[in-house]
C-alpha cells in the first residue's frame, strides 16, 4: 500500500497563494490516480482536483477552477497543489488520496488511501 503525507497548510489572507504537496511512501506514485478533498467543519468531504497518472489530465472544482492547479512529479513521488486568490470559503482541512483505478475520478469513496490533512486557513 502508499502513505500519503501532506504539507504546506497554513494561515493567509484572502488573496494570497499556497501550495500544498503531498509526499507518497511504499508505491510508486505513477501506480496511483491522485486527487485533493476538502473537508471544512460541519460539511461533507468535498473533491478539490485530480490528475491522471501521467498528469496528463486533470480535473477542477468549479469552485477552484481558474484558482488551483493540481501537478505531479513522479520522479519526486509528490503531489502538489498551487492554490491562488484564495478566499475564506477555501479554508478547511485538505486532504490528498491515491486511486489505484485507472480513469480520474470526484468521489471520495473510489479513493483507497488517504492522507492525514493538512489545515488551511485563510481571514478576510
Known amino acids: 500500500q502508499v502513505q500519503l503525507v501532506e504539507s504546506g497548510g497554513g494561515l493567509v489572507q484572502a488573496g494570497d497563494s499556497l501550495r500544498l504537496s503531498c509526499a507518497a511512501s511504499?508505491?510508486?506514485?505513477?501506480?496511483?490516480?491522485m486527487g485533493w478533498f476538502r473537508q471544512a467543519p460541519g460539511k461533507e468531504r468535498e473533491f478539490v482536483a485530480a490528475i491522471s497518472k501521467s498528469g496528463i489530465n486533470t480535473n477542477n472544482a468549479d469552485s477552484v477552477k481558474g484558482r488551483f492547479t493540481i501537478s505531479r512529479d513522479n520522479a519526486k513521488n509528490t503531489v502538489y497543489l498551487q492554490m491562488n486568490v484564495l478566499k475564506p470559503e477555501d479554508t478547511a482541512v485538505y486532504y490528498c488520496?491515491?486511486?489505484?483505478?485507472?480513469?480520474?475520478?470526484?468521489?471520495?469513496?473510489?479513493?483507497?488511501?488517504w492522507g492525514q490533512g493538512t489545515q488551511v486557513t485563510v481571514s478576510s
Open positions: 511504499g508505491r510508486p506514485l505513477s501506480m496511483y490516480v
Open positions: 488520496a491515491a486511486d489505484i483505478n485507472p480513469r480520474i475520478t470526484s468521489l471520495p469513496r473510489e479513493y483507497d488511501y
